[in-house]
């Protein structure tokens, strides 16, 4: 790894799974902290707010500081203050998503609204229905903009293999034939509002996640390098299979952290 100065980090499956801590999380943040190299921790996962991530990684003795995580609604929102809300103050939304996203909508002075809305904005809901599919729907083709937080289209549970927030827009891509704006990892809108908060430089940057799909393409649409970990949910086999590849490989982050204080010695 070459003079790593920022760091982006997927939150599920690089520093815990479930309620575990990663091997090698805590120590890995508390390098960074130490060495003063600035980290972002950049997750899809909207259902949890920045301040309940600090609270459980802070749990599993990880220090992260609730204004070092962004989540695909904090992006969203982010996204259109620095937008269509530069310039328009009296916007409204309709929205698709769980309380979490709505407040965050409303706090940034958006209006909810079903009828004319100026924006539909989709997250993850799993109180969704044919109304809101066919509300959200209307609003589009009536030329309110389209956008959603993130393109998952699944999520694993206990269950098994949920809808994500990627099917639920699908859903509405087919009733509406409108393609969303996409916030969210693969693409790269998150990745700008990250970077705008720690004031990262692309070639002194790192993208670290469990994911080929998401993370590392994100990191690579973005230009920076990319670090795979193998504590989620891909493994050696799919690595090799995939045209998509990390420039690093590593077990979890306790043998990146290893890595990176070694090429930091020389
Ligand atoms: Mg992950």
New binding site residues.
């Given amino acids: 790894m070459k003079d790593i100065k920022y760091i982006f980090i ?5 520093l815990y799974r479930g309620n575990h801590p990663i091997r090698g999380a805590r120590e890995f943040i508390d390098y960074l902290i130490e060495q003063n190299i600035k980290f972002i921790c950049v ?1 899809n996962n909207s259902s949890k707010s920045p301040a309940d991530y600090s609270r459980k990684l802070k749990n599993m003795n990880i220090n992260i500081q609730e204004n070092e995580i962004i989540n695909s609604g904090v992006a969203t929102v982010e996204f259109l203050k620095e937008t269509y809300l530069k310039e328009n103050y009296n916007l409204s939304a309709y929205v698709v998503g769980g309380d979490g996203l709505i407040s965050l909508i409303q706090n940034a002075g958006i209006k909810i609204e079903e009828k004319n809305p100026d924006f539909v904005i989709v997250g993850w809901d799993i109180a969704f229905t044919y109304e809101k599919m066919k509300k959200a729907s209307l609003a589009i083709q009536k030329g309110a903009i389209y956008m959603g937080t993130n393109p998952d289209l699944t999520y694993p549970s206990n269950e098994g293999i949920l809808p994500g927030c990627g099917a639920i827009l699908a859903s509405i891509t087919a009733a509406s034939g409108v393609e969303p704006i996409i916030i969210g990892k693969p693409k790269t809108l998150i990745m700008e509002i990250a970077t705008k908060r720690i004031l990262a430089k692309k070639e002194n940057s790192i993208m670290i ?3 080929i799909d ?2 590392v393409l994100a990191g690579k649409n973005f230009g920076i390098q990319t670090a795979l970990v193998l504590s ?2 891909v493994d050696t086999l799919e690595v090799s299979k995939s045209p998509i590849k990390p420039d690093y490989v590593f077990k979890d982050l306790m043998d990146l952290y290893i890595n990176l204080k070694k090429s930091r010695k020389v």
């Fill in positions: 997927d939150i599920d499956g690089v997750t996640g469990d994911r998401t993370d989620g949910v």
